[in-house]
């Protein structure tokens, strides 16, 4: 068994893990955005940094080389290069539960059609280098053709269930909290008559978090692999979040009226946004403000404005 760091490593996104067993088959856990990639991305196997990719594909292997990918959860950073995946040669399935297969959709479709306006923005230059950068980002980006050829091969798995995948292979996906369909990933392998576990944490959610399960208890394990972005913090909870977002409108909408602005860049903000909001007023921390106003989805993030 070998474990390479294809993404996410020292840093925070793109998400993304090869597990190599020893009869060649090839599992792909997570295939997420890099939101840092300046270049081809470069693997890290065992804890040590690899030599420079010379690959010439958008990936550091053969993208039709990968048996099975595995995905914890629908943010872009997990999952927004699963469409470049399939253009670039996969032909498997992508196994996540219910919940991340519906989300991921909408996500990779939003993602998609912002792609489309970048090239479209591109192709009104007349500039030459200019259209040499549109080049490389058709080559780089990926459209709603790529997205549906994605979700074409989505398997959607139930959670707690073991899933044989292959030859002495199970997965289970556990409860992460975090975001809906959020799982743990538990793999198990059997080589050469020996049993190893090996589990994936993805991104770990907080507990009695509105809407959201608790994340669940991971069993024993060999190997864990667990995301650390916040690893050296504590949460701090001197006011709860129904306090936090009152005070925020009191001083910006009604001790200086005027309006406030929220821009919710991903889908977990925006929900927990007005799951805190609707609780401040039915407590009524606060009184009913004057209005919301949206500004399209597909264009940028959404701007949700108060005013009183």
């Known amino acids: 068994m070998k474990l390479s760091f294809l993404g996410a490593a020292r840093q925070v996104t793109g998400s993304m893990y090869l597990l190599e067993l020893e009869d060649d088959y090839r599992i792909l856990i997570d295939c997420g955005s890099d939101m840092e990639r300046s270049g081809p991305r470069e693997a890290s196997s065992n804890g040590q940094t690899a030599p420079a990719v010379t690959h010439p594909g958008f990936f550091p292997f053969e993208a039709s080389s990968i048996n099975l990918v595995l995905l914890t959860h629908a943010h872009v950073d997990h999952s927004g290069n699963l469409p470049n995946l399939f253009r670039e040669g996969y032909e498997g399935q992508i196994l996540c539960t219910e919940p991340t297969f519906a989300l991921t959709n909408v996500l990779l479709k939003d993602a998609a059609s912002l792609n489309q306006k970048r090239i479209n923005e591109l192709n009104a230059s007349k500039k030459q280098r200019v259209k040499d950068r549109q080049v490389q980002m058709q080559k780089d980006l990926f459209l709603d053709r790529q997205v549906r050829e994605t979700m074409e091969n989505v398997v959607p798995i139930g959670f ?149």
């Open 160 to 308: 707690n269930r073991k899933f044989r995948v292959a030859d002495g292979v199970d997965v289970t996906f556990v409860p992460a909290g975090h975001l809906l369909g959020a799982a743990h990933i538990v793999i198990n392998v059997t080589e050469n008559g020996e049993r190893k576990s090996i589990c994936f944490s993805g991104d770990i959610g907080r507990k009695n978090y509105p809407l959201l399960v608790d994340p669940a208890t991971v069993p024993t394990v060999d190997y864990l692999v667990c995301e650390s972005t916040y690893g050296n913090r504590l949460h701090e909870n001197t006011m709860s979040p129904e306090d936090a977002l009152a005070d925020i409108i009191q001083r910006t909408c009604i001790d200086i009226p005027g309006d406030s602005s929220f821009h919710p860049l991903v889908l977990a903000v925006l929900r927990h946004f007005f799951t805190h909001l609707i609780d401040s007023i039915q407590n009524e921390i606060f009184r009913p403000f004057g209005f919301f106003r949206t500004v399209r989805w597909r264009l940028r993030a959404p701007k949700f404005i108060c005013s009183m």
